[in-house]
């Protein structure tokens, strides 16, 4: 089972919007509206941060959303903040009844 | 409130045994699935396989499939990461999750126990 694939690392100023893209397959990504992103701080467990493709969990800002196009899903922060800083991961439910993670994203606020 | 308590900090020589756990508290710890996740230093997350509690009913990735045992022990809200011979590339931090079924993710999670093998 092969890693989703995310960029390794994308930057933005703080009040900007970015994206982070999550590339899978018909068996992963596109098979399934269950993609889920996650947060890690350094030297911090995993947040959910969105579910089911779009959805956000109680507590988690508005300014995190999330949409899926074929095999390729997307995790955008709006009106960036210093705090947003951190890496992201994808995940997927897969044919095979597994999960797998993307590679993950360092997102830089500059 | 919802809470996953991992036992601490492992240092053990390559060939050892090992089990972590994983106590889960503040919800119906049978109603939802627990799942393992490996973190390489410095590396991404990987899914390891889940469980479900109440029945003991396992997944696991094809990559850890025969390297590690995942079990459960519903009367006391645990759940258990182990192996039988450790090896240095075992060296990690092992997160448990909690494993939303309905949309299949991962919506609470432990803190974390790293394990170190060396000789």
């Known amino acids: 089972q092969s890693a989703l694939t995310q960029p390794a690392s994308v930057s933005g100023s703080p009040g900007q919007s970015i994206t982070i893209s999550c590339t899978g397959t018909s068996s992963d990504v596109g098979g399934y509206n269950y993609v889920s992103w996650y947060q890690q701080h350094p030297g911090k467990a995993p947040k959910l941060m969105i579910y089911d493709v779009s959805d956000r969990p109680s507590g988690v800002s508005h300014r995190f959303s999330g949409s899926k196009s074929g095999n390729t899903a997307s995790l955008t922060i709006s009106g960036l903040q210093a705090e947003d800083e951190a890496d992201y991961y994808c995940s997927s439910y897969t044919s095979s009844t597994t999960w797998v993670f993307g590679g993950g994203t360092k997102l830089t606020v500059l | 409130e919802v809470q996953l308590v991992q036992s601490g900090v492992e240092v053990k020589k390559p060939g050892e045994s090992l089990r972590i756990s994983c106590k889960g508290s503040?919800?119906?710890?049978?109603?939802?699935?627990i799942t393992w996740v490996r973190q390489m230093p410095g590396k991404g997350l990987e899914w390891m396989g889940r469980?479900?509690?109440?029945?003991?009913?396992?997944n696991y990735s094809p990559s850890f499939q025969g390297h590690v045992t995942i079990s459960a022990d519903k009367s006391i809200s645990a759940a258990y990461l182990q192996w039988s011979s450790l090896k240095a590339s075992d060296t990690a931090m092992y997160y448990c999750a909690r494993h939303f079924t309905a949309s299949s993710s991962f919506d609470y999670w432990g803190q974390g126990t790293l394990v170190t093998v060396s000789s």
């Open positions: 469980i479900d509690p109440r029945d003991s009913y396992i």
């Open positions: 503040g919800y119906s710890f049978t109603s939802y699935w």
